[in-house]
Nanobody, 117 residues
Framework: QVQLVESGGGLVQPGGSLRLSCAAS????????MGWYRQAPGKERELVAAITRGGSTSYADSAKGRFAISRDNAKNTMYLQMNSLKPEDTAVYYC???????????WGQGTQVTVSS
């Protein structure tokens, strides 16, 4: 079983920054891809950014140039540095871990990010 715990959300003014963290624990994490997703009220959950264990990254167009995803494999922790935040970035941000071998996916409980003046 894999557990994911997100932290770092909160209220920030437009133009501000936040850093989200996702700590993974459990047995047999193995080779995996981790990602950040977000879901705004009334909208579908969408991918924000993803990173492989080897460090390859991908971003949604809305995140390019403003957000940076990274991970520390020794700590089984993933990060999302969010800069130049906009009100439209307001959402619950979820961490996802996908095991490459088994194809199983695990989700965190989510952390609220609110961008408002």
């Amino acid at each position: 079983q894999v557990q994911l715990v997100e932290s770092g959300g909160g209220l920030v003014q437009p133009g501000g920054s936040l850093r989200l963290s996702c700590a993974a624990s459990g047995r047999n994490l193995g080779d995996n891809t981790m990602g950040w997703y977000r879901q705004a009220p009334g909208k579908e959950r969408e991918l924000v950014a993803a990173i492989t264990r080897g460090g390859s990254t991908s971003y949604a167009d809305s995140a390019k140039g403003r957000f940076a995803i990274s991970r520390d494999n020794a700590k089984n922790t993933m990060y999302l540095q969010m800069n130049s935040l906009k009100p439209e970035d307001t959402a619950v941000y979820y961490c996802k871990l996908a095991l490459v071998f088994s194809g199983r996916n695990y989700w965190g409980q989510g952390t609220q990010v609110t961008v408002s003046s």
